[in-house]
């Protein structure tokens, strides 16, 4: 995004969503004349008018406070940190379903693919990291695919690459998001690892596992994702809790035996 203006936010929005100023007007039960006259600063849109046609743009509810500060308003959405006390219930519920999930990994991440909390089993997937990838902020994304993280161990690096760009691709398309568009940016500069023991492609029926070279053994394991429903608080909003399941009984026989220290995640 490149507009300064509430009018230009609204036309690279509805643009970013592939709407005429017809199709948008429609929507939000207005004339396009109206529209059009917001888009170019001649009429002042109201606060309610924003909400409205936000709502219809599907904008993320960080970038919709934008759009109200830019125009004069203050934020319509509140955001708070996950330990503050208005996300308390929320808080203890991620904790519950992470735990829940062992011996299986599983973590939450922010908006920008950092760590904000993990079960004990995600360890497993962090063996022989560097350690600088696990200062705060861990951003999950470099721990995956940079050379001293997990991508000399990942035994299908290439197409494990190929589907964490293509969601983080999709996530900068959804929110235009500049710091996401800068992590793409990082992480396709990333070199390959020297060494990788690649597996034989394989035609995958299911889903893109993620196939770990462990002291164990080789790690299959799916991934699945959960986010809240309807959320009204910005962090909430953002928040993507990420299970791992054993594609096979030989992953799930080494996570369910897997002696692992316990370490605090988060």
Do not use: K
């Not at 996300?87 to 299986?104: C, K, M, Q, R, Y």
């Not at 396709?188 to 035609?203: E, K």
């Not at 799916?222 to 809790?241: I, K, N, R």
């Amino acid at each position: 995004m490149t507009q300064t203006t509430v009018g230009g936010l609204i036309r690279d929005w509805r643009q970013r969503r592939r709407y005429s100023q017809l199709d948008l007007a429609c929507l939000a039960n207005i004339s396009a004349r109206h529209l059009s006259f917001m888009e170019t600063g001649r009429a002042q849109p109201s606060r309610q008018m924003l909400l409205l046609l936000a709502e219809h743009l599907d904008i993320p509810l960080r970038q919709r406070n934008e759009m109200l500060l830019c125009a004069g308003y203050a934020p319509h959405y509140a955001e708070h940190a996950l330990n503050d006390a208005p996300l308390h219930e929320a808080h203890s519920a991620i904790t519950a379903l992470l735990t829940a999930h062992e011996p299986f990994p599983a973590m939450a991440v922010d908006g920008h693919w950092n760590l904000v909390h993990a079960n004990r089993s995600l360890s497993l997937l962090l063996a022989d990291v560097a350690p600088e990838l696990l200062e705060a902020p861990v951003n999950v994304l470099r721990l995956g695919l940079h050379p001293q993280g997990l991508a000399a161990r990942i035994l299908n690096f290439s197409e494990w690459r190929a589907h964490l760009l293509q969601r983080l691709q999709r996530q900068y398309e959804q929110t235009a998001d500049p710091w996401l568009l800068a992590l793409y940016d990082e992480l396709v500069a990333y070199p390959t690892p020297d060494g990788i023991p690649h597996l034989p492609r394989v035609n995958h029926t299911i889903a893109v596992p993620l196939q770990l070279d462990t002291n164990e053994g080789v790690l299959s394991l799916l991934s699945a994702t959960m986010t809240f429903g309807t959320p009204l608080e910005v962090a909430l909003s953002e928040l993507v809790l990420e299970i791992f399941l054993p594609a096979n009984a030989g992953s799930a026989a080494i996570l369910r035996n897997l002696d692992m220290p316990v370490e605090q995640m988060a």
